[in-house]
C-alpha cells in the first residue's frame, strides 16, 4: 500500500487543471457507441470535450499508434475491499484511517487501469472517498455508492421502505439489494417476494436506481417482476430468465472474468474468514464453467442490456479490463459490443449517458489510450498507456513500458 500512496502523492501536483485547448491525436478513436475514426484527434478546452477532428494538426499529445477510448466504467467495483497488513482479507473495518488509505490505493490504482467511474455497491467509507475525488483532493475515479445494502434481514416491507428513504438522505446513489445467498451457498432466494416488492418500488417512488446481487433463476425472476433495475451476477440464470431481464428492459451485469478468478487466485488470503472455506471455493471452482455457459447464452439473447461490471474485490482492482477480455472470450461477444458495454451502455445504466461513456462534444473529458487495437484484440484494452480523467491527464507512459508492465501481471 505505501508504494502506491507514494505514487498518488507523486502524482497530485500534476494534477492542475487544463484551461487552455488540449489535442490529442491517436490512430484510432474509438468513440464508445459503435463507431472507430482513423487518425483522429480529441479537442478539449478545460474537463469538456469540445470536438473530434480529422488529422493531427497542433496535437498537445501525439499517440502515434495508439487507440483512443473513452473512460471505462466499471458498474460493479468494491473499491473498500483490501488485504490487510498481514496480507489476509481484511472482512472487518479497521479505523477510519485505515479504511480510507486502502481505499484510495484501490481507487488509484483502478484510475491508472483506465476506469475513470465506478459503480461501489457498497461502503460507508466510499462517501468520503467519492467527495475527497470530486474535490480533487485524491487522484481517483468517479464514484458512484449504495453506502449500503438491503437483504432479508433488513426487516419488514415497511420498515424496508423507510431504510430506502433513509439511504437516499444519506447520499446513496443506487440501492443495493442482496435477493439470494453467495456462490459459496448455493445462490437460492434470500428475500421474499414481498421484500422485493417494498424495496424496489420504494426506490422506484423516490428516483432512486436498484441493483441486485441474484444468482437462482427463481430470484432473478423476483427481482425483474418487482421493478428493479439491474441485476448483478446470475450463475444459474436460465434462458427464460435472460429472455425476461431481455424483454422488461432490465439491466443484466454477469461478472464473469474477475471475480471468481481473482478469489480462487487469492485463495490463501481469504480461506477460513466466514464462508470462505473449502466448500465455498468448490463451489467456485464449478462457477467457472456455469458463467461460461451463462455468459454465452447471454450474448445470444437478442436486445440483453449488459453494462460492465467486475465485483472487483479484494485483489482485483486494477484487473478490471479482464472483464471485457472474457466476454470476448468466453462470451464470443464482439469486441465493439463489449466496449460499448464498458462506456456508453454502462453510462445509461447509471443515468450518465449524457455526460460520461461517449467521445463526443459538450461531454466529459474522461478519455483513455491503449496500446493496440482492441477490435482485432481485445487485450488491448488491457494495457492503458494514457488517462485522462475531467481534462486532467494522470497517466502518459510510454507503450513500451505499459507492455512491460502487463507482462508481469
Known amino acids: 500500500m505505501k508504494a502506491a500512496l507514494f505514487a498518488v502523492l507523486l502524482a497530485a501536483p500534476t494534477l492542475v487543471a487544463q484551461s487552455q485547448t488540449v489535442r490529442i491525436h491517436a490512430a484510432t478513436v474509438i468513440d464508445g457507441t459503435g463507431k472507430a475514426l482513423r487518425n483522429a484527434t480529441v479537442v478539449v478546452q478545460g474537463s469538456k470535450i469540445t470536438g473530434i477532428e480529422t488529422g493531427n494538426a497542433n496535437a498537445t499529445y501525439d499517440l502515434g499508434q495508439l487507440t483512443i477510448l473513452p473512460g471505462m466504467i466499471d458498474v460493479h467495483a468494491h473499491v473498500a475491499w483490501h488485504f490487510d497488513k498481514d496480507g489476509r482479507y481484511a472482512a472487518r473495518p479497521g479505523s477510519p484511517a485505515h479504511e480510507i488509505l486502502y481505499s484510495a490505493e484501490n481507487a488509484y490504482v483502478t484510475l491508472l487501469a483506465g476506469f475513470t467511474t465506478i459503480q461501489s455497491p457498497g461502503s460507508p467509507s466510499d462517501v468520503d472517498l467519492r467527495e475527497a475525488i470530486a474535490r480533487g483532493t485524491l487522484p481517483g475515479p468517479r464514484i458512484l455508492t449504495s453506502i449500503r445494502q438491503i437483504n432479508e434481514r433488513s426487516g419488514t416491507p415497511d420498515e424496508i421502505r423507510q431504510k430506502v428513504r433513509q439511504l437516499k438522505t444519506d447520499g446513496a446513489d443506487v440501492i443495493k439489494i442482496f435477493a439470494s445467498a453467495s456462490i459459496r451457498d448455493g445462490g437460492k432466494q434470500t428475500m421474499t417476494d414481498e421484500q422485493l416488492n417494498a424495496v424496489c418500488g420504494e426506490a422506484h417512488a423516490i428516483g432512486m ?200 501481471r
Open 209 to 408: 436506481r436498484t441493483m441486485v446481487h441474484a444468482h437462482s433463476p427463481e430470484s432473478i425472476k423476483a427481482s425483474v417482476n418487482a421493478g428493479c433495475n439491474q441485476i448483478e451476477h446470475g450463475v444459474f440464470a436460465t434462458d427464460e430468465v435472460l429472455k425476461l431481464m431481455a424483454d422488461k428492459g432490465v439491466y443484466f451485469d454477469p461478472n464473469v472474468g474477475v471475480v471468481l478468478q481473482n478469489y480462487l487466485r487469492n485463495k490463501a488470503h481469504y480461506l477460513g474468514i466466514g464462508n470462505y472455506n473449502e466448500e465455498g471455493f468448490a463451489f467456485m471452482e464449478k462457477g467457472l464453467k456455469l458463467n461460461a455457459d451463462m455468459i454465452k447464452r447471454a450474448v445470444a439473447t437478442p436486445k440483453l442490456m449488459m453494462p460492465m461490471g467486475t465485483d472487483a474485490v479484494a485483489g482485483a482492482h486494477g484487473h478490471n479490463a479482464d472483464e471485457i477480455v472474457e466476454r470476448v472470450r468466453q462470451g464470443n461477444q464482439k469486441p465493439m459490443d463489449a466496449i460499448i458495454g464498458a462506456t456508453s451502455l454502462a453510462a445509461k445504466s447509471m443515468n450518465l449517458d449524457k455526460t460520461i461513456g461517449t467521445l463526443a462534444p459538450g461531454y466529459e473529458a474522461d478519455l483513455i489510450a491503449i496500446d493496440g487495437d482492441p477490435l482485432t484484440d481485445v487485450t488491448a484494452v488491457t494495457r492503458v498507456a494514457f488517462v485522462m480523467k475531467g481534462g486532467k491527464v494522470y497517466k502518459h507512459v510510454n507503450p513500451a513500458a505499459v507492455r512491460a508492465a502487463g507482462s508481469t
